[in-house]
T-cell receptor, first 115, second 110 residues
Framework: DAGVTQSPTHLIKTRGQQVTLRCSPK?????VSWYQQALGQGPQFIFQ???????QRGNFPDRFSGHQFPNYSSELNVNALLLGDSALYLC??????????????FGQGTRLTVV | QKEVEQDPGPLSVPEGAIVSLNCTYS??????FMWYRQYSRKGPELLMY????GNKEDGRFTAQVDKSSKYISLFIRDSQPSDSATYLC??????????FGKGTRLHILP
């Protein structure tokens, strides 16, 4: 079982650019959540996708958007990048109907640096 | 007041010591309480979770939740150098988003 896989592992972008991060959930999981972890901080919830719909959203601007595909994989898009968007972006997958968050598995993350 | 407060450390203890990690929280609606371990440049790994109040033990790890005090703890017995990592407390309400603490950096000295 490959677990949660994220790509790319590292990324450097320039202010104002757009970026797309990708996540493949653990086999059998249908729910994907995205988190942003700034250096020295805990992860912060961005949004959660289930059945290709955004189910809930954290306190992030509309520059952050996402998508879930029929195979449950997901993308996180960030437009008009700011220096403050530099962080580790984590994807977590889980199975709906279970204790979703207590059985969430995290990927290794994508480290985004905005210069 | 932040929803979850956690001392960032670093906390350095000698090998074999008992480690105590703690968090406080403000939202009494939280029902699920979790501890994650995160090694450098890795994603968080779920160590333990507890539903509502009480204790839970798993090997060298014990998690405690005191909802009346809004206080949770993780104890590590017989600490090993391989336990050196950042420990994140986290909590949620049903299938709601997870709220994390800042994480405590732990160093176990050989």
């Amino acid at each position: 079982d490959a677990g949660v896989t994220q790509s790319p592992t590292h990324l450097i972008k320039t202010r104002g650019q757009q970026v797309t991060l990708r996540c493949s959930p653990k086999s059998g999981h249908d729910t994907v959540s995205w988190y942003q972890q700034a250096l020295g901080q805990g992860p912060q919830f961005i949004f959660q996708y289930y059945e290709e719909e955004e189910r809930q959203r954290g306190n992030f601007p509309d520059r952050f958007s996402g998508h879930q595909f029929p195979n449950y994989s997901s993308e996180l898009n960030v437009n008009a990048l700011l220096l403050g968007d530099s962080a580790l972006y984590l994807c977590a997958s889980s199975l709906s109907g279970t204790m979703v968050n207590t059985e969430a598995f995290f990927g290794q993350g994508t480290r985004l640096t905005v210069v | 007041q932040k929803e979850v407060e956690q001392d960032p450390g670093p906390l350095s203890v000698p090998e074999g010591a008992i480690v105590s990690l703690n968090c406080t929280y403000s939202n009494s609606a939280f029902q699920y309480f979790m501890w994650y371990r995160q090694y450098s440049r890795k994603g968080p790994e779920l160590l333990m979770y507890t539903y509502s109040s009480g204790n839970k033990e798993d090997g060298r790890f014990t998690a405690q939740v005191d909802k009346s005090s809004k206080y949770i703890s993780l104890f590590i017995r017989d600490s090993q150098p391989s336990d050196s990592a950042t420990y994140l407390c986290a909590m949620s309400w049903r299938d709601d988003k997870i709220i994390f603490g800042k994480g405590t950096r732990l160093h176990i000295l050989p």
